[in-house]
């Protein structure tokens, strides 16, 4: 099942870049200039390392990529992007909704089940969920360079009062996808993984904008 699910969502975040399914409740617009404003984190899943040696459909390779991913984001302290785009999206919510928002107002849930996030932020009028569902990089084989990085997130805006979701979305991006070249895996992990961190910034301001631009 492991192998299947990974070769899914590699196949489909290398074939697309874009944000779907966003959908406003216009009875919930009105209350954004006097509202509150929380987020939500998650633990951060494992990255995946999938190196041309290895195939998304043998499973000791991708238990290995997943292995060899973590041990990269922890040497190297690369941070799972779906933080930053919670603290952009907050911001930029609060600077054009009115939306009132407090960096402290940060809430750690292991669970995602609407009713427990709405038990948590009951103090608040909205809540901010996003969450990282995959991150990578992929080979395409037989080609040199051969490289490319991918991302997924969720991303939802919650009326806590009325426990329905505002705007819902789910980001997709990929350097390839994103008219970045292939890269090497040297260039990839030289000088503490640059490159992925980099990516990774550009990752997160395309789900913000995206997501920005389709609240308007």
């Known amino acids: 099942m492991k192998t299947f699910l990974a070769a899914i969502l590699i196949t489909f975040v290398g074939g697309c870049s874009g944000i779907g399914n966003v959908h406003i409740d216009p009875a919930s617009v009105p209350a954004f200039g006097k509202g509150t404003l929380a987020l939500v984190i998650y633990e951060s899943p494992a990255f995946m390392a999938m190196t041309a040696d290895k195939s998304m459909f043998v499973e000791r390779d991708v238990d290995a990529a997943y292995a060899e991913g973590q041990e990269l984001v922890r040497r ?9 785009i919670s603290t952009m999206l ?17 809430i750690k ?3 995602k089940k609407m009713k427990d ?11 901010l969920d996003v969450e990282t569902t995959h991150w990578h990089f ?16 969720r991303i939802r805006l919650v009326d806590v009062k009325q426990g329905a979701t505002v705007a819902a979305s789910n980001c997709e991006y ?14 990839l992990v030289e000088n503490d993984a640059a490159y992925i961190k980099r990516a990774l910034v550009e990752a997160s301001r395309f789900c913000v904008d995206r997501f920005m631009g389709d609240l308007d």
């Open 138 to 153: 992929t080979s395409r084989k037989y080609q040199q360079p051969d490289y490319l990085l991918g991302y997924v997130a």
């Open 117 to 127: 996030l709405l038990h948590l932020a009951n103090k608040k009028d909205f809540l």
């Open 109 to 111: 849930s292991k669970s």
């Open 76 to 84: 190297n302290r690369i941070d799972d992007p779906a933080d930053e």
């Open 174 to 187: 990929d350097t390839a996808k994103a008219g970045k070249p292939l890269v090497s895996y040297e260039t």
């Open 90 to 106: 907050a911001r930029a919510i609060s600077t054009k909704h009115g939306l009132r928002y407090n960096e402290l107002a940060v």
